[in-house]
């Protein structure tokens, strides 16, 4: 899987993802696009030292807190989120209050993904789920079929999912 570690770049990540099928959902919103990108872009580099690191429970929440960070983090992140979001969704939220809510919201969790990734086992009780259940679930790893088999080959690295299924990280629905 070396080979495959090495060929992940956050333009080739970019790439899959305008491919994916998910991407058709967000198709319309130049914000969320724009988000979607940065996110790629940045992930060789966020992910460098879990490239080569099985994919485990474990391994996906700590690049999905990674990356969480990364949106907190990187300027005009938020902003684009909440300027993509339909002005009858906003309602009377100001970009301020929005921005400054989902910040403080997703900082709040960032200590308890951590302690997850570290140790999966409690997390995984906590939720009376098994690791396949939370790889395939819909607020897990959301891993499509051909996903799952390569995990259930015991050779899927995360730099494989990331050239496989990168959303399964990279969170779509992060850009808004």
Known sequence: MEAAVNAVTGEGIW???QASSEFKHIEGSEGKRENTRIMAMAAPA??????????????????QGRMAKFAVDEPGLLERAYDSLPASTRGDLSKETF?????A???EIFPALEAAAA????FLADRDLT???YLSAA???RFEKGTMRAYLAGDLTIGGLLLLQPTAIIRLSAGG
């Open 15 to 17: 790439a899959l993802i």
């Open 46 to 63: 966020l992910f460098a030292d879990l490239l080569d690191q099985p994919v485990s429970v474990g391994t996906v929440l700590a690049a």
């Open 99 to 103: 921005v400054a809510t989902l910040r």
């Open 105 to 107: 919201g997703l900082e």
């Open 119 to 122: 140790n999966p086992k409690p």
């Open 131 to 133: 690791e396949l259940e």
């Open 139 to 141: 607020r897990g790893g």
